[in-house]
């Protein structure tokens, strides 16, 4: 870790002289980023100035977790389906668990997914899964070659470092491809890239333009680049008819789901095209609506209880023990942990600052609270909340604090931020990856910014 301590400390010294010290540079990267689309609700995605650097050994430790959760997950989905006592708990509508039970036609019910992993101090710890609509899969290599070509990056380099990108698009259409092979497609699939349009409260690539953010244009973008067939497609604007689902003259051969099953229902009902055609399996969906399964934080209840992961095998069960965060859903009632006995609502007042709330699903009007960010009356509020909505209570694991340059409004300014690295997992094997930099505002988690993740090597 010294090695990565240097280089960042060499990188922000960098930072300091005179060349750098004017903004021109620095306005030009932002407004690169801009014409690129690579904005989220109008702000720039990655306001900061350095990309977040990781080792040799950080990669590999990444990807040996990514490939094994992906197996373990895949064994506790199918014990979870085989029991609806266990599916019951992870809080999924029947409609949910309808189209989950529908045949998706290949070996994986998530093709895609994006982990949520703290590294610190050589140790690596899994917090979180996003299974339906995993960021990152396209603007992450753009950030990562914007970055690349900074005068700074490049003087960072020369002599001294090598810096190389995780992964890449091209590994994203053999994904997405070697799933509609195995549905039954023989030829270059039609792929619509369907996410919640403006007019269902999103951005459209219409949009894109006035300042919002698609990651499903920069997809579909991506894809025909490297010789797909690709569109973004909102939900109200397909259509299906004659066995084919369509949107207008685009006849559909696959689905990337960039949008919930619960969003969906919430606007539309079980008669949507989309659901129709997959229903009569006329269109290949990835990921499968049974990938719904792994969206909820109460995932991780199932997955830190050792009475249900019982019969998972013996290395399993050490994996988890070590590297995955104990995790329960919030109610009145007796668990254990650390193999003791615990009232649950007791207990997460006692450790409060070892201790976070997370609502069971990702939703932008439910907040997380972190107990050591929080006062003992501040989080005894939240503890409340949590027991009348569907929230979950994790251990938190230390995570990696980093300052990081960030460029706003004209002016330089250093600020600590916790980073998480979210390795991109396509097919069960990591291909790239993510950081996300937060700070802290009254307890709750504040996204700061995206920043590419780069292979740090002595040249």
Not at 61 to 88: D, H, K, W, Y
Not at 128 to 151: H, R, T, V
Not at 243 to 255: A, P, Y
Not at 395 to 420: D, H, I
């Amino acid at each position: 870790m010294a090695q990565l301590g240097d280089a960042i400390a060499r990188y922000h010294k960098l930072l300091e002289q005179p060349s750098f010290r004017d903004t021109a540079w620095a306005d030009q990267f932002q407004e690169q980023m801009r014409q690129q689309h690579l904005v989220d609700s109008g702000r720039l995605l990655a306001p900061v100035l350095r990309p977040h650097f990781v080792s040799r050994r950080q990669v590999e430790a990444l990807s040996r977790l990514s490939s094994q959760m992906a197996e373990i997950l895949a064994r506790l989905e199918a014990i979870a389906f085989a029991s609806p006592v266990l599916l019951s708990r992870l809080q999924m509508l029947p409609a949910e668990k309808m189209l989950a039970a529908v045949p998706h036609g290949y070996a994986r019910s998530g093709v895609t997914a994006s982990m949520d992993a703290n590294l610190r101090n050589g140790a690596l710890s899994l917090q979180g899964l996003d299974a339906c609509k995993p960021a990152g899969l396209a603007y992450s290599n753009l950030l990562a070659d914007l970055f690349l070509e900074l005068p700074v990056v490049k003087e960072f380099k020369r002599g001294r470092y090598k810096l190389s990108k995780l992964g890449g698009p091209k590994a994203l259409l053999q994904a997405v491809r070697s799933a509609y092979r195995q549905f039954g497609g023989k030829n270059n699939p039609a792929i619509a890239i369907v996410e919640l349009g403006q007019e269902s409260g999103a951005s459209t690539a219409g949009s894109v333009g006035t300042g919002s953010s698609s990651e499903g244009l920069l997809l579909a973008e991506s894809l025909t680049h490297l010789g797909g067939n690709a569109r973004l497609v909102p939900p109200e604007l397909l259509e299906y008819s004659g066995g084919k689902l369509r949107s207008g003259d685009f006849t559909i051969d696959l689905v990337f789901r960039r949008v919930s099953t619960r969003e969906i229902l919430t606007r539309w009902d079980l008669s949507h095209p989309l659901l129709g055609a997959y229903r009569d399996r006329a269109v290949c969906v990835v990921n499968s609506f049974r990938a719904e399964f792994a969206q909820r934080r109460a995932l991780f209840d199932l997955l830190t209880d050792e009475t249900v992961t019982a019969h998972l095998p013996a290395a399993d069960r050490k994996l988890i023990r070590t590297s995955v965060s104990w995790t329960r859903v919030v109610s009145p009632r007796k668990t254990t942990h650390a193999d003791k006995q615990i009232d649950l609502p007791e207990f997460i007042l006692k450790q409060r600052e070892h201790l976070a709330l997370l609502p069971n699903e990702d939703s932008s009007d439910q907040r997380i609270y972190i107990g050591a960010e929080m006062t003992p009356a501040a989080w005894d509020r939240a503890l409340k909340l949590a027991l009348r909505s569907p929230y979950v209570v994790q251990e938190r694991t230390l995570s990696a604090r980093e300052s990081f340059p960030l460029f706003q409004y004209g002016e330089f300014k250093m600020k600590e931020a916790e980073v998480t690295v979210h390795p991109h997992v396509l097919n069960g094997e990591m291909s790239g990856a993510s950081a996300v930099l937060q700070t802290y505002l009254a307890g709750s988690a504040a996204h700061l910014a995206v920043a590419p993740v780069l292979l740090l090597e002595e040249a």
